[in-house]
């Protein structure tokens, strides 16, 4: 199998990756029964023999060795030491290597220019270390993974700098990409401005973009409490849970509720998204789908690479008695907006391509099944009417019996674009805060102008899709 490493970029990107290394160790586990270490495991986790001072990788060799000690594919990078000193006093200290982690102590300021030009730089050299480090660890490294937020100094400036550096570096190794995007009504001020700086380098550099916007993840975590609340009554709609098996609480896994963090549960969506886009790196199945093959089958055009996200059941570590939902009924909410992981309308878009990604006990007719029921109800554009992209891992989630992670590249994000460029121009109109961004050397104010022109074209793109009317070929004429 191949081993991806993940980078982990400011507070968000952080403890997100704290969320999906806590839910990756529990998926495995209830998986490997035995306690060894095969090539599942070895996806994302290391061997490592830690009587020695520099750890030495044990290796998967014919996978029915015992596991040692796990190490986390992952490179943890934040300008703050808050929240690494918080991961490295917690209950996974032992799972991140300590030669993987740079911090600073004064942060970027929600600043996107000292992140990307100032510490982008000056961390350069430890920055590569860190990254050929993790991946001369792995025998077929085949993607990175960089979990940042849009909003914030680190996320968005260290975070695109690592990008551009990976890019440089292993031009070959795929970037994926999930950004977080700030709500609308987000208490960091220059927000927009640090996104659409961001964005540049997302449209310009990655492979995959996974936006999520806090906005939607707070809408989910709502009608989880709600479902929580209700004791399972009430509509059916947002019951995220559904098991016949007991789900460990945080309770139950040796976490205390005083030691949950206020973002845990938003934080458990987005980590559950990965978890269910890498299972078929994972697992095996019968329709496996690798990393590769999402980017080929989804993204027909290199800067149309944003794909939205939406996945059921809706993730969360509770312990709720709610009956299963309907196989099919699952299909149905994953093109719910309920669902999605943004708070866009596909419906009203086109849909350029569309990926199904399920676990556990579904059928391959079971899919094709639903894409027949679904389809008349999709807008799919005239050329690719039949661009679905199937996956089919026979691992399920912990405490349920099948999931379905949807992964649509449509038009309709052009509207999310252009509510961002909206309120990036009513304060680039006023020349708002510009100072603090061209006091930073290397920043140069036509940065923001060509940010500002790239997601423009971007949005134009998306629109242009929309608008054009197919080619109906001439008929044929009889001579006369």
Known sequence: ???????????????????????????????????????????????????????????????????????????????????????????????FDHQQLLTD???????????????????????????????????????????????????????????????????????????????????????????????????????????????????????????????????????????????PTRSQRGTSSKDEKPFDAMNDIVASLLLNLTSSSRFDGSLNVDLNEICTNLVPFPRLHYLVSSQTPLYALS??????????????????????????????????????ICRGQVEISDIRRNIDRLRPSLNFIHWNTDGWKTGLCAVAPVGHPYSLLTLANNTCLRHNFGELKDRFVKLYRRKAHIHHYTSVDGMEPEIFSESLESLTHLIEEYHQLETKIPEIPPRLEIAR
């Open 105 to 247: 102590v004064s942060g970027c300021g929600n600043n996107w220019a000292v992140g990307h030009k100032l510490y982008g730089s000056q961390y350069k050299e430890q920055l590569t270390e860190a990254i050929r480090r993790a991946a001369e660890y792995c025998d077929c490294l085949q993607c990175f993974f960089i979990i940042h937020s849009m909003g914030g100094g680190t996320g968005s400036g260290v975070g695109t700098a690592i990008l551009n550096l990976l890019e440089d570096t292993y031009p070959d190794v795929y970037r994926f990409v999930t950004a977080v995007y700030p709500s609308a009504d987000d208490d960091v001020v220059t927000s927009p401005y640090n996104s659409v700086l961001a964005m540049k380098q997302l449209t310009d550099h990655a492979d995959c973009v996974l936006p999520v916007e806090n906005q939607a993840l707070i809408d989910i975590c709502s009608k989880i409490s709600a479902a929580q609340s209700s004791g399972g009554g009430g509509k059916r709609t947002y019951h995220p849970i559904t098991t016949t098996k007991k789900v």
């Open 1 to 95: 199998m191949t081993q991806s490493v993940v980078v982990q970029v400011g507070q968000c990107g952080n403890q997100i990756g704290c969320r999906f290394w806590d839910l990756a160790l529990r998926e495995h586990a209830a998986h490997n029964k035995k306690g060894l270490f095969d090539e599942s495991l070895g996806s994302f986790f290391r061997n490592v023999d830690s009587r020695y001072a520099n750890p030495r990788d044990l290796g998967v060799r014919d996978g029915r060795s015992k596991i040692s000690s796990l190490k986390a594919r992952a490179v943890l990078v934040d300008m703050e030491e808050g929240v690494v000193n918080e991961l490295l006093s917690g209950s996974l200290r032992d799972v």
């Open 319 to 356: 312990d709720l008695r709610i009956p299963p939902r309907r196989l099919d009924q699952m299909f149905s909410d994953a093109f719910s907006r309920d669902y999605q992981l943004l708070k866009a309308d596909p419906k009203n878009g086109l849909y350029v391509a569309c990926g199904l």
